[in-house]
């Protein structure tokens, strides 16, 4: 009789350990970093600086504290938290408190990494977005108008008409490009050189070109990265022809904001809180796109997030889109 015979996850293999894929994908975003801190300068920098230590603190007490007690260490080796740190300081927006940098680094590195695959032995929730949103939540319930998802400034705008996206541009529209000196239009600064916004974002054609080195290289999930991109550009230019306008900028604006090109290439790939099969990839890149559309078009900060985080929990959902029945080898009776 054929006895079966059971594997231990991961069983998709991509020709490198976790440790070096982790520690290949900080390079990549350490690419991303130097250009941020070209862009937006020192304070950049701190952020960055901050995330990435504070992660590593509590990682390396919470290490030195399982070694000493004779339990096996849940990460052997720093390079999952350095990545998740450097996550939190791409994510932040420059104009954000350092000491909330700080809390949603011990956030992410408690509760959704150490905490989450303790109790729930797996990430349901991408730990630096379920951070993000859970503390802007929290900071939003003193006066809605004064706290950071509702921010006044973000209230302000209005997105939803082709003059409401025109006026709310100035702020992308007063950057001049160092060395050439050549004033930026706010279409070109979205996609070039963008002092406002997320740190990771300040260049979206850097993280254009390096996040598609790492898909590549590192085997992203392409389909979440295509597909979201795909439909985010698709949604903007439809749109931008139904409700008049410059549709270029409305496509740069809901494209290649920090918040969407960033985490479409680093945070809703994810390995183990986004899709496996193909199908419910593009999927959930689709449903992303929407989602985030749609907060975008309701001046909630952080609209990305807030959208990756609502998917990461129907996950499972957008697998058995495909995956109907279990299946295996079944035992021969001899």
Not at 23 to 52: D, E
Not at 133 to 144: F, P, R
Not at 202 to 208: C, E, R
Not at 209 to 232: E, H, N, P, Q
């Amino acid at each position: 009789m054929k006895k079966h015979v059971n594997e231990e996850p991961p069983h998709i293999h991509m020709g490198s350990s976790k440790n070096e894929l982790m520690l290949k994908t900080f390079l990549m975003m350490s690419v991303i970093a130097v250009a941020s801190v070209m862009v937006l300068g020192l304070g950049a920098f701190i952020h960055i600086l901050i995330a990435l230590g504070t992660v590593l603190i509590i990682h390396c007490s919470i290490h030195s504290f399982q070694i000493w007690k004779g339990m096996e260490p849940t990460y052997a080796s720093p390079a999952s938290p350095m990545v998740a740190g450097m996550i939190v300081g791409l994510s932040m927006p420059i104009a954000a408190p350092f000491e909330i940098t700080a809390a949603v680094a011990a956030l992410t590195i408690l509760a959704f990494k150490y905490g989450q695959g303790k109790y729930f032995k797996r990430k349901y929730l991408n730990p630096a977005a379920a951070s993000k949103s859970v503390l802007l939540l929290l900071l939003s319930l003193k006066t809605l108008r004064e706290g950071m998802l509702l921010h006044p400034h973000h209230l302000d705008l209005n997105l939803a008409t082709a003059e409401g996206l025109q006026s709310s541009m100035w702020i992308f529209g007063r950057e001049t490009l160092p060395f050439i000196g050549t004033n930026l239009s706010p279409a070109q600064s979205l996609f070039l050189w963008q002092t406002h916004g997320w740190i990771g974002g300040a260049s979206s054609l850097v993280v254009l070109v390096v996040g598609s080195i790492a898909a590549y290289w590192l085997k992203f999930k392409w389909r979440i990265i295509v597909s979201t991109l795909v439909s985010m550009t698709i949604l903007a230019a439809g749109f931008g022809v139904y409700l008049g306008g410059d549709p270029v900028l409305r496509i740069a604006f809901h494209v290649f904001t920090g918040s969407v090109i960033f985490l479409a290439f680093f945070m809703a790939t994810e390995p183990q809180s986004t899709p496996m099969t193909n199908t419910g990839q593009y999927a959930f890149g689709f449903s992303l796109a929407v989602l985030t559309f749609g907060l975008q078009l309701f001046n909630v900060l952080g609209g990305s997030i807030i959208a990756l985080v609502i998917l990461n929990i129907f996950t499972d959902r957008f697998d058995k889109m495909v995956l109907k029945k279990p299946y295996g080898h079944k035992g021969v009776k001899g």
